[in-house]
C-alpha cells in the first residue's frame, strides 16, 4: 500500500528539522553565514531538485486552496529557470532576494553551502559558493581544516538517501527545479482527487 501524503510529508519534515538543527550546529561550530539578502544561489538556472523535497511545500499550498492556482501559474512559465519560491529585492539585481516560503524550502536550499560531498579520496569537501568563499576566506580556510580534522557536517548523499527511503520514485527523480515544484504539486492533487480532504478539515475555497 502506497503511504499517504500526510505520512509522507510528516517524514520529510521531520528529516528537514533533523538537518536544521545539525546545520545550525555547523553553523555556530563555523561561523560561516550567508551574505544577508543574498539569493544568488536561488537564481542559478541549472538548480535541480526532486519532488519529495517540495512534498510538504505542495501540501500546504493544497491545505490552503492555492494549489490549483500556482500549478497553473507553473504551467504558464514552464521554461523560467529561476525558482518559482524565490522572490528578488529589485529588478535591478535579481541574485538579492529571498524565499518567499522559506519553512517550506526544499533540501537542496538547505544544505547548498553547509553540506559536504565526498571526493575519490574519502575525503570531505564543503559544497558553499564563491561569495561565502571570497568573501569569508579566513573561516572558510578554518573550517574546510576543521572538516578534515573530524567537524561534524551534513553529507549530500547521506540525506538524500534518506529523504529516497520515505518514497523511491519521487525521492530519485531530478528536475529543474520549477518542475520538481510542478511535480509535488500534481501528487498531493492526484492524490485527494478521489479522496476526503485531509484531516477532518474544511478545504479553504
Not at 579520496?121 to 559544497?127: D, H, I, S, T
Amino acid at each position: 500500500m502506497n503511504m499517504s501524503i500526510e505520512r509522507r510529508v510528516k517524514l520529510v519534515e521531520e528529516l528537514f528539522n533533523k538537518l536544521d538543527l545539525e546545520i545550525s550546529e555547523f553553523q555556530n561550530n563555523s561561523q560561516l553565514h550567508c551574505l544577508t539578502g543574498c539569493g544568488n544561489c536561488c537564481t542559478n538556472p541549472t538548480m535541480e531538485a526532486s519532488p519529495l523535497e517540495f512534498l510538504p511545500w505542495a501540501f500546504y499550498l493544497f491545505l490552503n486552496g492555492q494549489a490549483e492556482i500556482t500549478l497553473k501559474t507553473l504551467n504558464s512559465k514552464e521554461t523560467q529557470p529561476v525558482c518559482h519560491i524565490y522572490s528578488p529585492l529589485n529588478l535591478v539585481d535579481s541574485t538579492m532576494g529571498r524565499c518567499s516560503n522559506y519553512k517550506y524550502r526544499g533540501l537542496i536550499c538547505r544544505l547548498f553551502g553547509y553540506a559536504a560531498t565526498n571526493d575519490k579520496y574519502g575525503k570531505q569537501r564543503l559544497v558553499t559558493c564563491k561569495i561565502i568563499k571570497e568573501n569569508q576566506p579566513d573561516l572558510y580556510q578554518d573550517t574546510t581544516e576543521a572538516i578534515n580534522n573530524g567537524l561534524y557536517i551534513p553529507i549530500f548523499t547521506d540525506y538524500y538517501m534518506q529523504l529516497s527511503q520515505i518514497d523511491f520514485n519521487m525521492g530519485n527523480v531530478f528536475t529543474p527545479i520549477n518542475k520538481a515544484l510542478k511535480l509535488a504539486i500534481e501528487e498531493v492533487l492526484q492524490y485527494y482527487a478521489y479522496r476526503p480532504f485531509p484531516g477532518g478539515l474544511e478545504k479553504i475555497a
